[in-house]
């Protein structure tokens, strides 16, 4: 015999089985830790200056160190801590996507370097690069187009 529920008792079973959101205290989590980042981001390019480097050049190191962190953290399994609770705020800045590199990765190395590692690297990652690169040279097309009148 099955157990047969009104709407009424559906409706109050949902109510007690679903959690309380908590989209405020997302929101600022992922505010302060994507904006801390950011910060830590700021901190090492003005480091750089201060040390006599370009803009360009201090900036370019800014990128590699940032991606070099998020990646290095997310091999010791620190990133992937962080970003279960600042959500958002630990994909937005370019750490998140050495996470989104180094992750897929770790996952297949039992699988070998070629045929685990080698073919995931880019699971995530691979179609941001490519759309990346396709509306690069749509706007570098349209550049050069706007160039020539």
Do not use: W
């Not at 989590?29 to 390019?45: E, H, M, P, R, Y």
């Not at 003005?46 to 991606?67: F, H, P, Q, W």
């Not at 970003?83 to 998140?96: E, L, N, Q, S």
């Amino acid at each position: 015999m099955k157990n047969k529920m009104t709407k009424e008792e559906y409706g109050e079973f949902v109510k007690q089985e679903t959690p309380n959101s908590t989209i405020g205290i997302d929101c600022l989590k992922a505010f302060l830790i994507g904006g801390l980042i950011c910060v830590i981001g700021q901190a090492i390019n003005n480091c750089l200056k201060r040390m006599g480097l370009s803009t360009e050049d201090a900036s370019t190191i800014t990128s590699m160190t940032l991606v070099f962190l998020g990646a290095l953290l997310t091999g010791l399994d620190i990133y992937p801590k962080i970003a279960k609770h600042a959500g958002a705020g630990t994909i937005v800045p370019i750490t998140g996507f050495a996470n989104s590199v180094v992750a897929p990765a770790l996952e297949a190395k039992t699988e070998g370097y070629v045929l685990g590692v080698g073919a995931k690297i880019f699971t995530i990652a691979g179609p941001v690069i490519l759309y990346g690169v396709l509306a690069s040279v749509f706007a570098g097309i349209v550049y050069f187009i706007m160039g020539m009148f």
